[in-house]
């Protein structure tokens, strides 16, 4: 599987915005697509999951609330929407993606993770 993220970019503290990822190759292999997200200095933290058909969701406490994921099963297509940004928020966002595996359907470790985007770099100003 491979995955193409976009969307990321400079955004003021209280804005919103949008990130896009792609899944292309063996799509059938990502049962789960997810987002986690990477501050400078600090480990990949997950951020929310969304599983490929049936849509159920999973997000980190840390966005529950304000932001909010979802997918488009015909263009292969992840989005996770986050609003009232915090400058905590700041990370390098990357798309990630897994298979079912013993009846596990999403992770927090990213060492769970099998295929992983090239990351888009976040930034939120006060």
Known sequence: VQLQASGGGSVQAG???RLSCVASGRTDNAYTLGWFRQA???????????????????YADSVKGRSSISRDVRKNTVYLYVHSL????TAVYYCAARPLRGGQWSSLDPEDWNYWGQGTQVTVSS
Do not use: E, M, N
């Open 15 to 17: 804005g919103s915005l």
């Open 40 to 58: 400078p200095g600090k480990d990949r933290l997950f951020v929310a999951a969304i599983t490929r058909v049936s849509g159920t969701t999973s």
């Open 86 to 89: 915090k400058p905590d928020d």
